[in-house]
């Protein structure tokens, strides 16, 4: 994929430069203006509004971060985050099975989720040599793929063969998971280690510390990781395969580190996700994550070819204050929750379709 | 075994694997269950008919150059809109079932028409817009079902008065009309011809369009755009009438399916339709870039037969135990279908 063309900015005079700022930002500002007229047509309670806004950006945005570096190394969206958002899942089941309970718990899912994403991601990422330039759509095709074989391993396999023997998580033929897990032993447990509470007219507004914290982690590990020799290898990567080979970068090594990193980080992103609902849809959480975080990276300003932390964290924001705010609009607006709800999902859609439009057509001119 | 490597060579690896698959599966239902076999290879044949014209539609796109066009769901959500129409006013019957067709026919000509135009922006990535034109358009239309003018109170919801019902039930309109129509008892099932000779009917049209001047004018195009360029074809009027036929037929073919299932689903019902529609034609072997008749006819059948095929073979020899089995189908359509379609996207020559 070839790297976006960068505008040249500084030879352009004062107003052009405003507008070229505009044109640049137009995915946001126009998202903010929505999320605007959302937020004064739903008539919430504004204290209600930012404690659901912390709430989601606690839950979404480690998810959202780890598609940063498959941009970055040129592959685009990566839509194969599902891979390891089911590896994240298979080890909340695992943890659930062995009624393991408390924050150490939910350390252990994280940490047995590792190597799962590690080898997975790693397939993943030999499959995504193979489809160069479609790397997006065989992300998309393969976690809809890897979700029959998830149906498949849960759904028939769990109880006689695979040795869950839990029978809270079991259905009650005693074969295959239920289709709504409970997650008792983690639920919550990050967001409440250290809770802060603020009183704000009348309200009082929680915010999730530590869940904070390990985000902000992330962001300076990306950063710093970036910047490192391997991630300088990758942005090369990135922009130029061609240049990159003959600069004695190994190109297939490097975006198969890519995906496998990505696939990491969706895997925790998705036990924080769920650990912060409490509740696992055990056979549809993990097709969830992928389109929506990818609508969220989108939103802030991220295109195919540049994403930044900073995108990321805009674009949570405004996506899950549409989100919000969506279907009591569509209450008070046209009379009818479900528009809203649907309006929203329009919204995302058409928000992947219309950059990926934008991409595609940028690269044919260029 | 090297006559079996043979075999699966000469067929195409795609073709080979699912015909062993199916001849597997008939065998197991012959030895190891009572279900008659007859009425068995009977659904198979209504299943494909059922299927055969929406994997038609990907063929004029195809051959186009624009690859497999996963956006179909903009011309199936064209086609509900012209039933749903029609039904609203009221009119039964084979006209409600042809109007439909020209109705939804004549929007997803427009409809394609647009859509070619964003695709011609997008060169190289018109598969993944594709797929997300199709999303927007699924709900898009699910916004206008909530809010549609309808009259009819067979169609709007029953509680609060207002919108279109999830599924709208065609008995009293045109349901099963084309599969009944000349059928011809088969054991303990029958035979569509009314169906099935509607479908090859739209495959002899497409065949003979695709051999005239303007068909061969569209392939040539897709096959080679700058030769094609070069030879005075108008390569983007080809593509756009490349897409437009695919739409049309996207929405003539969700009419064919829905009056054979009866049933006329709304909302999320064609969302994920695109996927094993493009399974099917990539069974037949198609690839990214090529596309014909025979691809379509083979690959119909040979999906749709598996899957129909699959449900009681498996009910009947595993599912003493319990409904859990009743998902078997519909795992192995996840996995069969994205599996053919992953492999046809990795394939070295296809790029």
């Known amino acids: 994929m070839a790297a976006e063309p960068v505008l040249p900015l500084v030879e352009e005079p004062g107003t052009n430069r405003v507008k070229s700022a505009m044109v640049q930002n137009i995915v946001p500002i126009l998202f903010g203006l929505l999320c605007l007229t959302g937020v004064l047509a739903?008539?919430?309670?504004?204290?209600?509004?930012?404690?659901?806004?912390?709430?989601?950006?606690?839950?979404?945005?480690?998810?959202?971060?780890?598609?940063?570096?498959?941009?970055?190394?040129?592959?685009?969206?990566?839509?194969g985050i599902v891979i390891g958002a089911m590896c994240g899942q298979i080890s909340l089941i695992i943890v659930e099975?062995?009624?393991?309970?408390?924050?150490?718990?939910?350390?252990?899912?994280?940490?047995?989720?590792?190597?799962?994403?590690?080898?997975?991601?790693?397939?993943?990422?030999?499959l995504m040599n193979q489809a160069k330039g479609r790397e997006m759509i065989t992300g998309m095709i393969l976690a809809f793929f890897a979700n029959g074989i998830y149906q498949l391993l849960f759904l028939l396999m769990a109880g006689p063969l695979i040795p869950l023997r839990n029978e809270k998580i079991l259905l009650p033929t005693g074969v295959g998971l239920r289709n709504t897990i409970d997650l008792v032993g983690t639920k919550h447990q990050l967001d409440e280690l250290v809770r802060v509470g603020v009183p704000f007219m009348g309200l009082k507004l929680f915010f999730p510390i530590i869940t904070f914290v390990v985000i902000a982690l992330l962001c300076f590990g990306l950063r710093w990781y970036l910047n490192t020799r391997s991630g300088h290898g990758l942005r090369a990567v990135g922009q130029d395969m061609h240049v990159a080979e003959i600069a004695g970068?190994?190109?297939?090594?490097?975006?198969?580190?890519?995906?496998?990193?990505?696939?990491?980080?969706?895997?925790?992103?998705h036990?924080?996700?769920?650990?912060?609902?409490?509740?696992?849809?055990?056979?549809?959480?993990?097709?969830?994550?992928?389109?929506?975080?990818?609508?969220?990276?989108?939103?802030?300003?991220?295109?195919?070819?540049?994403?930044?932390?900073?995108?990321?964290?805009?674009?949570?924001?405004?996506?899950?204050?549409?989100?919000?705010?969506?279907?009591?609009?569509?209450?008070?607006?046209?009379?009818?929750?479900?528009?809203?709800?649907?309006f929203r999902e329009f919204v995302s859609y058409a928000v992947i379709g219309v950059t990926l439009a934008l991409h595609a057509w940028k690269t044919a001119r260029a | 075994m090297t006559w079996a490597v043979d075999l699966i060579k000469g067929l195409g690896i795609t073709r080979g694997i699912i015909l062993l698959f199916l001849v597997g599966l008939w065998i197991l239902a012959t030895l190891a269950t009572s279900l008659p076999l007859t009425g068995l290879f009977a659904d198979c044949l209504i299943r494909t008919g059922m299927n055969g014209v929406l994997v038609l539609a990907l063929v004029p796109a195809v051959r186009a150059g624009v690859g497999l066009n996963f956006g179909i769901p903009l011309g199936i959500v064209c086609g509900l809109f012209g039933m749903v129409t029609l039904m609203d006013m009221n009119i039964r019957g084979y006209s409600s079932l042809f109007g439909a067709m020209v109705l939804g026919g004549g929007i997803g000509a427009l409809a394609g028409f647009l859509y070619a135009r964003l695709l011609e922006r997008v060169k190289g990535q018109e598969m993944m817009v594709g797929i997300y034109v199709g999303f927007a358009a699924v709900a898009g239309a699910s916004i206008y079902w909530l809010v549609a003018p309808v009259k009819n109170p067979e169609l709007v919801w029953p509680l609060g008065g207002a919108g279109l019902r999830n599924t709208l039930v065609l008995a009293d309109y045109y349901s099963q009309y084309l599969?009944?129509?000349?059928?011809?008892?088969?054991?303990?099932?029958?035979?569509?011809?009314?169906?099935?000779?509607?479908?090859?009917?739209?495959?002899?049209?497409?065949?003979?369009?695709?051999?005239?001047?303007?068909?061969?004018?569209?392939?040539?195009?897709?096959?080679?755009?700058?030769f094609a360029e070069a030879s005075g074809i108008n390569v983007t009027r080809m593509?756009?009438?490349?897409?437009?036929?695919?739409?049309?037929?996207?929405?003539?073919?969700?009419?064919?399916?829905?009056?054979?299932?009866?049933?006329v689903q709304l909302y999320k019902g064609p969302l994920l339709m695109a996927f094993p529609t493009v399974a099917a034609l990539l069974i037949g072997g198609a690839t990214v870039r090529n596309a014909t008749i025979t691809h379509v006819i083979i690959g119909t059948f040979l999906f749709q037969s598996v899957l129909t095929t699959s449900l009681p073979v498996v009910n009947e020899i595993v599912a003493k135990g319990g409904s859990e089995f009743g998902n078997i189908p519909e795992i192995a359509r996840l996995i069969i279908s994205n599996g053919i379609i992953l492999y046809a996207l990795t394939r070295k020559e296809s790029a």
């Open chain 1, 42 to 79: 739903a008539q919430i309670p504004f204290p209600f509004l930012i404690n659901e806004v912390v709430t989601r950006l606690a839950r979404n945005l480690f998810l959202v971060l780890s598609l940063i570096i498959p941009v970055v190394a040129g592959m685009g969206l990566n839509f």
């Open chain 2, 239 to 263: 593509r756009t009438i490349g897409v437009i036929l695919s739409t049309v037929l996207g929405a003539i073919g969700i009419v064919i399916y829905s009056q054979s299932y009866g049933f």
């Open chain 2, 179 to 226: 599969d009944k129509l000349g059928a011809i008892p088969f054991g303990t099932g029958y035979i569509p011809t009314g169906l099935l000779a509607f479908w090859l009917g739209m495959c002899g049209l497409l065949a003979l369009f695709l051999k005239t001047k303007m068909g061969t004018a569209l392939t040539a195009a897709g096959a080679n755009e700058r």
């Open chain 1, 249 to 269: 970068i190994h190109v297939n090594r490097s975006r198969i580190r890519a995906i496998i990193l990505s696939t990491m980080l969706g895997g925790i992103g």
């Open chain 1, 97 to 126: 099975n062995a009624e393991w309970a408390g924050i150490d718990a939910l350390l252990i899912a994280a940490l047995i989720s590792l190597p799962l994403s590690l080898l997975f991601g790693f397939l993943t990422g030999l």
């Open chain 1, 271 to 342: 036990v924080i996700w769920l650990h912060s609902i409490g509740t696992m849809n055990t056979y549809q959480s993990h097709e969830q994550v992928g389109p929506y975080a990818i609508a969220a990276l989108l939103v802030g300003g991220a295109t195919v070819a540049r994403a930044t932390i900073w995108h990321a964290i805009l674009g949570t924001f405004l996506f899950h204050t549409l989100f919000i705010v969506s279907p009591l609009a569509g209450q008070t607006l046209l009379g009818s929750a479900q528009i809203g709800e649907y």
